[in-house]
């Protein structure tokens, strides 16, 4: 079966998890775009003048998690939303809580981290719905299944 083109990204879900063990993860309902920076592999350069090469040589050294930034149409009533046990609460709180990001993906991509959320900007123009743009901060490792 040959490669697909690519994978439509509709359908991509995002997860608030508790801080029970185990770990009962929430959908994040209207979640508009979501935006993985991606993690960045610090390095250091390690050239010294007998490597004997004009090049770098450089090793790899630290990983960042970094950032993703998820647009939401904002209900701020709603669980994972609001200021009582969701992301408004998370910020507030200065929390750290496990996320679940997952792909459509045949088969499913799936890529959970601890997280918190260190922007929380709210939105509300006149002709149309509350709106975030979160940025949540991955502290930690990454894990992809």
Not at 73 to 93: C, D, F, K, Q, R
Not at 102 to 112: K, L, N, R
């Amino acid at each position: 079966m040959p490669t697909p083109a690519g994978v439509p990204a509709y359908g991509s879900k995002l997860y608030l998890g508790d801080l029970g063990s185990p770990t009962i993860f929430s959908l994040i309902p209207n979640v508009l775009d979501i935006n993985f920076g991606g993690f960045k592999v610090e390095n250091v350069d390690v050239t010294s003048h007998s490597t004997g090469t004009p090049w770098r040589q450089k090793l790899p050294t630290l990983v960042d998690g970094g950032d993703i930034t998820v647009d939401i149409a904002l209900v701020p009533g709603e669980p994972t939303h609001g200021a009582t046990s969701g992301l408004i609460y998370i910020a507030t709180n200065r929390q750290v809580r496990p996320f679940k990001l997952e792909f459509q993906s045949s088969p499913v991509q799936t890529i959970t981290f601890n997280a918190f959320v260190s922007q929380i900007p709210i939105t509300a123009p006149i002709a149309d719905v509350l709106k975030t743009s979160i940025t949540i901060t991955v502290p930690g490792e990454i894990v992809f299944a």
